[in-house]
């Protein structure tokens, strides 16, 4: 079993950045894609990002390019969403989720642990 806790949410103005952090343990290794998700109130859960187990590849959904980023260290069991000009429409819970295949990033079926989540709002 892998174990995923993220923390860094809150609430947060239009135009401010937040950085979230997903802590993994338990039966960790390295080689796991990792990918970000997000649920907002009413919608469906919706993939943000994802990284390869080396960090040389990264994806991202349209709705958030060039203003998220994904990061990872493996010596720290750690994966990073730094969310930059954050709008209204970024509110959402965001879930942490290791996975299987990179290829199948874009897949909440693809991931087969989950953090509990962390809460992001942002105010206009």
């Known amino acids: 079993q892998v174990q995923l806790v993220e923390s860094g949410g809150g609430l947060v103005q239009a135009g401010a950045s937040l950085r979230l952090s997903c802590a993994a343990s338990?039966?960790?290794?390295?080689?796991?894609?990792m990918g970000w998700f997000r649920q907002a109130p009413g919608k469906e859960r919706e993939f943000v990002a994802a990284i390869t187990w080396s960090g040389g590849s990264t994806s991202y959904a349209d709705s958030v390019k060039g203003r998220f980023t994904i990061s990872r260290d493996n010596a720290k069991n750690s994966v990073y969403l730094q969310m930059n000009s954050l709008k209204p429409g970024d509110t959402a819970v965001y879930y942490c989720a290791a996975g299987r295949d990179y290829s199948r990033r874009y897949y909440s079926g693809n991931y087969d642990y989950w953090g509990q989540g962390t809460q992001v709002t942002v105010s206009s």
């Open positions: 338990g039966r960790t290794r390295s080689t796991y894609p």
